[in-house]
């Protein structure tokens, strides 16, 4: 398989271009997969704060890309758009999900009445 995506991007062809753009993001989602499925579920919320992280930084990329008008196709920009509000919403859910997660580890408050009576 990658000899073809070799060849074909050595043509230079836009369809070629599609080919290893859709074999990159297979590929990126089999190795994603497997990286996932082997992680700790103590390790679960320090990935997830990592992935937000990332997800930032592509969210970021998207809105730059959208500021400098690189692309004068609407259909694109549009396209653009709704990604940039997915990866949004995406990482704000995520924050609130690891912050959450976080908080089932800190310890409970004492109430006003368990304080008295330790000072009593």
């Not at 089999?30 to 499925?37: C, K, L, T």
């Not at 310890?107 to 009593?120: D, L, M, T, Y």
């Amino acid at each position: 398989m990658s000899a073809m995506l070799i060849a074909a991007s050595a043509e230079g062809g836009g369809t070629s271009q599609l080919v290893t753009n859709l074999a990159i993001l297979v590929l990126a989602g089999f190795v994603g997969y497997a990286v996932i499925s082997k992680v700790p579920n103590t390790l679960h919320t320090p990935l997830m704060s990592g992935t937000n992280a990332i997800h930032g930084i592509v969210v970021l990329g998207g809105i730059l890309l959208l500021a400098q008008g690189s692309s004068d196709d609407t259909i694109t920009k549009i396209i653009l758009l709704v990604a940039v509000i997915f990866g949004t919403i995406n990482v704000i859910g995520g924050f609130f999900v690891t912050d959450r997660m976080l908080g089932m580890f800190k310890g409970k408050k004492p109430s006003a009445s368990e304080s008295r009576e330790e000072q009593a």
